[in-house]
């Protein structure tokens, strides 16, 4: 099993921890599950995964 934002082969970049990245109209949005914020849409999952984990370390710090 992986951890949380390892790669799975065959499964693009996983979810960072507290969020949620899905498929939309558009491309991929993130949303982080703490308070139901969701990302306007990225044109690709690894964009919105990437974008999902600059947003926790902006609400990290």
Do not use: F, I, L, N
């Amino acid at each position: 099993m992986s951890g949380a934002g390892e790669r799975v082969p065959g499964h693009g970049p996983a979810d960072p921890q507290g969020y949620s990245v899905t498929a939309v109209a558009g491309g991929y949005a993130w949303t982080r599950r703490a308070d139901g914020v969701t990302s306007a849409p990225h044109p690709t999952r690894a964009e919105a995964v990437a974008a999902a984990r600059r947003d926790r370390e902006a609400q990290e710090s």
